[in-house]
C-alpha cells in the first residue's frame, strides 16, 4: 500500500490538531454546520457557468429544491446532455451549497446542464425519502427534457460517498420501474453497505477514525438513515451492494480512494457489474482519503478526481463510450 501523499497526511494533522472526532461522536446540528463550514473553507475557487438556478419541482415528500447549472447559451433547438448529482453527507449531511463547487465544475468542463439535488435528510425523513427523491429528480430531468433544452437520451446520474450510492439505487429504481432512461452513472467513493460490512477489510483495516470515517460511524448512519435496520439494512435501495445482479445497468464509471473504509465494497461492486456485462471504469486514487473530491482546494486529488470525471463524462456524451471501457 503507497503512503499517504503529503497534501492528505498535512490534512489529517490540521485536522487531528484542530479536535476534529469521528462522525458518531458528533451532535447532528454541530456537524451538519461543521461539514458545511469546511466545504467552503476546503473547496477550490468555483469556476463560472452560463446561469444557475435555484428552483423546487414536486417531489414525493412535497417540493423538492434543486439547482440547474447551464454550462452556456444555447442555439435554437440544441440540446445539451445532463448530469443529475446527488451530493454525499452519510445521508444526513450536505446541501446544495457544500457541493456547489464541485456542479460548477462538472457542469463547465463536461459542458453538460448539471440538476444538483437537495434530497431529504435523516434522521427527520428515513428511508426510502432520499431514495424516492433522487428517483424523482431523475425522471423530472427526463420529463422536462424540451423546457431545459436537454437531450433526454443522454442523461447521467453522479454522486459522492452517500451520494454515489444513491446513484446506483436510483439506477436499481429505474431499472425496476422501466424507466426513465439513465446513459450512465458515476459513483465516486461510494458506500454500498449500511451493514457492519464484515466481508469487506478496508472497513476495519482502515476505520480507526485517523482516515476521516471510524468504523463505528456505519452503525451510527445506519441508525439515523434507516427506521427498522433489521429489516432494512440488506434491502439493495438502502445497501445496493447486495442486489441479486446488475445486469442492464447504465456504463459506471467508480472512483476510490485508497485510505477509504468504503474502498473494498466498491471494488466489489466494480468486479460484480463486470461480471454482469457492464461496462465499467474503476480508477482508485491511492494515497488520499474518502472525501478527497470534495476537498479540492487543498488536495490535488480533488481537483484530478473532479477533472477525471468530467472528462469521462464529456467523452461518452459524444462517443458513447467511457475512456478505458
Known amino acids: 500500500m503507497k503512503p499517504l501523499d503529503a497534501q492528505t497526511?498535512?490534512?489529517?494533522?490540521?485536522?487531528?490538531?484542530?479536535?476534529?472526532?469521528?462522525?458518531?461522536?458528533?451532535?447532528?446540528?454541530?456537524?451538519?454546520?461543521?461539514?458545511?463550514?469546511?466545504?467552503?473553507?476546503?473547496?477550490?475557487?468555483?469556476?463560472?457557468?452560463?446561469?444557475?438556478?435555484?428552483r423546487a419541482i414536486a417531489g414525493p415528500g412535497g417540493a423538492l429544491p434543486i439547482r440547474v447549472y447551464q454550462p452556456r447559451a444555447m442555439a435554437d433547438g440544441?440540446?445539451?446532455?445532463?448530469?443529475?448529482?446527488?451530493?454525499?453527507?452519510?445521508?444526513?449531511?450536505?446541501?446544495?451549497?457544500?457541493?456547489?463547487?464541485?456542479?460548477?465544475?462538472?457542469c463547465h468542463h463536461a459542458q453538460a446542464v448539471v440538476v444538483a439535488v437537495d434530497y431529504r435528510l435523516a434522521p427527520e425523513h428515513k428511508y426510502p425519502a432520499a431514495v424516492e427523491d433522487c428517483y424523482a429528480a431523475v425522471r423530472w430531468t427526463a420529463m422536462s427534457a424540451d423546457a431545459l433544452a436537454i437531450d433526454r437520451a443522454r442523461i447521467a446520474v453522479a454522486g459522492d460517498s452517500a451520494g454515489g450510492t444513491l446513484a446506483v439505487?436510483?439506477?436499481?429504481?429505474?431499472?425496476?420501474?422501466?424507466?426513465?432512461?439513465?446513459?450512465?452513472?458515476?459513483?465516486?467513493?461510494?458506500?454500498?453497505?449500511?451493514?457492519?460490512?464484515?466481508?469487506?477489510?478496508?472497513?476495519?483495516?482502515?476505520?480507526?477514525?485517523?482516515?476521516?470515517?471510524?468504523?463505528?460511524d456505519f452503525a451510527f448512519f445506519r441508525d439515523l438513515y434507516l427506521s427498522d435496520p433489521a429489516s432494512q439494512a440488506r434491502d439493495p435501495l438502502v445497501s445496493p451492494i447486495y442486489a441479486g445482479d446488475y445486469k442492464g445497468l447504465p456504463p459506471a464509471l467508480v472512483l476510490t480512494a485508497g485510505y477509504?473504509?468504503?474502498?473494498?465494497?466498491?471494488?466489489?461492486?466494480?468486479?460484480?457489474?463486470?461480471?454482469?456485462?457492464?461496462?465499467?471504469?474503476?480508477?482508485?486514487?491511492?494515497?488520499?482519503?474518502?472525501?478527497?473530491?470534495?476537498?479540492?482546494?487543498?488536495?490535488?486529488?480533488?481537483?484530478?478526481?473532479?477533472?477525471?470525471?468530467?472528462?469521462?463524462?464529456?467523452?461518452?456524451?459524444?462517443?458513447?463510450?467511457?475512456?478505458?471501457?
Open 9 to 54: 497526511r498535512a490534512l489529517i494533522d490540521r485536522l487531528q490538531a484542530g479536535g476534529f472526532r469521528p462522525a458518531h461522536q458528533v451532535p447532528l446540528e454541530v456537524s451538519r454546520l461543521g461539514l458545511t463550514a469546511m466545504a467552503v473553507q476546503m473547496a477550490a475557487p468555483k469556476v463560472e457557468v452560463y446561469a444557475v438556478e435555484d
Open 169 to 216: 439505487t436510483t439506477c436499481l429504481l429505474a431499472r425496476e420501474r422501466g424507466e426513465p432512461a439513465i446513459a450512465c452513472h458515476v459513483a465516486v467513493y461510494p458506500a454500498l453497505t449500511v451493514t457492519d460490512g464484515e466481508e469487506f477489510a478496508s472497513r476495519r483495516e482502515l476505520g480507526s477514525g485517523e482516515y476521516f470515517i471510524s468504523y463505528d
Open 260 to 325: 477509504d473504509p468504503c474502498h473494498d465494497e466498491a471494488v466489489r461492486y466494480v468486479e460484480r457489474l463486470q461480471a454482469d456485462g457492464v461496462a465499467v471504469v474503476h480508477v482508485c486514487f491511492e494515497t488520499t482519503i474518502h472525501p478527497f473530491f470534495l476537498f479540492d482546494g487543498v488536495l490535488d486529488a480533488g481537483r484530478e478526481g473532479q477533472q477525471l470525471v468530467a472528462d469521462a463524462l464529456r467523452q461518452f456524451f459524444t462517443t458513447g463510450r467511457l475512456p478505458g471501457a
Open 78 to 106: 440544441e440540446r445539451l446532455p445532463a448530469v443529475v448529482y446527488f451530493h454525499g453527507g452519510g445521508f444526513y449531511l450536505g446541501n446544495l451549497d457544500t457541493h456547489d463547487h464541485v456542479c460548477r465544475f462538472l
